[in-house]
């Protein structure tokens, strides 16, 4: 049913976790450009940036993790269920618009 596979646009949840990730990577490669010159900072503050730069990878990752878990989860019952999503997508359509107007 669908030939092509293009791959899912990043949603706002990965490009979030990309960037918990890069903040990791730049904190990691601001602790290794210090290295000796960093003598005059305390190790606990060494090892607070490495441990916050751990946890912002990690977290970046899981974020990543997730959207495209909804991402995949989303096209594969659309996929499974065509009509049904379309049913789905026009009901919440007509809510939202009910919502909406002023009353």
Known sequence: ????????P???LERIGSSLRDVGHDINNLLN?????ASGYSSEMKDCMSSFATQAQATGRQ????????????TDFVKRRPVES???????????VALKRPR
């Open 1 to 8: 049913m669908f030939p092509f596979s293009k791959p899912h």
């Open 10 to 12: 990043k949603t706002s």
């Open 33 to 37: 450009t210090l290295g000796s010159e």
């Open 63 to 74: 974020l990543e993790d997730q959207a495209a878990h909804g991402y995949e989860s989303v």
């Open 86 to 96: 379309v049913a789905l997508a026009f009901g919440l359509g007509m809510l939202l």
